[in-house]
T-cell receptor, first 114, second 113 residues
Framework: GDSVTQMEGPVTLSEEAFLTINCTYT??????LFWYVQYPGEGLQLLLK?????DKGSNKGFEATYRKETTSFHLEKGSVQVSDSAVYFC?????????????FGSGTRLLVRP | DTAVSQTPKYLVTQMGNDKSIKCEQN?????MYWYKQDSKKFLKIMFS???????INETVPNRFSPKSPDKAHLNLHINSLELGDSAVYFC????????????FGQGTRLTVV
């Protein structure tokens, strides 16, 4: 079945460091891909998305490119801030699934130190 | 305006009790979901409803019964609560298009003691 694999955390970085969180997927056809962020004690918020191959999603300095060849959607940010500390989830939405459900990776906790 | 709202935010109850969590969305979406997040933050879909009709029931014990009185509401009733039911439950909604995102509520932290 369809699935998402994320790098295990926690990822600990100093402020202004470069961030990469790896995400790969297995799916039939070409799903839509998403990154969600969960701040402590809160729900999930959409960070960015890409709906077809080679699309780049971007928001708040974060970017991810839909790579069909490597079935990947890695999240990057050039300079992280303490306020970016959160749990990040990669997710896919199968294109040919009448349930429209999101399938999530296991989440990666990011801790940014001052 | 809160797009997806669920109540209560916290719920502490004893084993064996019955409890309900309510969810409402004001986005005009046709599809609503319940997800369970365990202590390791793993998110798993429980139910999906489209236009008030059940689409997915992902091998959830039948102690869990969703009810959708209309497209804007999806409630979750849990009978005979067990310790293992302790988790954070998220309601979400989306348009029924594969290239659109889902919007999540703030979550209900259920603790069974």
């Amino acid at each position: 079945g369809d699935s998402v694999t994320q790098m295990e955390g926690p990822v600990t970085l100093s402020e202004e460091a470069f961030l990469t969180i790896n995400c790969t997927y297995t799916a039939t056809g070409y799903p839509s891909l998403f990154w969600y962020v969960q701040y402590p004690g809160e729900g999930l918020q959409l960070l960015l998305k890409a709906t077809k191959a080679d699309d780049k999603g971007s928001n708040k300095g974060f970017e991810a490119t839909y790579r069909k060849e490597t079935t990947s959607f890695h999240l990057e940010k050039g300079s992280v801030q303490v306020s970016d500390s959160a749990v990040y989830f990669c997710a896919l939405r199968p294109r040919m699934d009448s349930s429209y459900k999101l399938i999530f990776g296991s989440g990666t906790r990011l801790l940014v130190r001052p | 305006d809160t797009a997806v709202s669920q109540t209560p935010k916290y719920l502490v109850t004893q084993m064996g009790n019955d409890k309900s969590i309510k969810c409402e969305q004001n986005l005009g979406h046709d599809t609503m979901y319940w997800y369970k997040q365990d202590s390791k933050k793993f998110l798993k879909i429980m139910f999906s409803y489209n236009n008030k009709e059940l689409i997915i029931n992902e091998t959830v014990p039948n102690r869990f019964s969703p009810k959708s009185p209309d497209k804007a509401h999806l409630n979750l009733h849990i009978n005979s609560l067990e310790l293992g039911d302790s988790a954070v439950y998220f309601c979400a909604s989306s348009r029924d298009r594969p290239n659109t995102e889902a919007f999540f509520g703030q979550g209900t932290r259920l603790t069974v003691v």
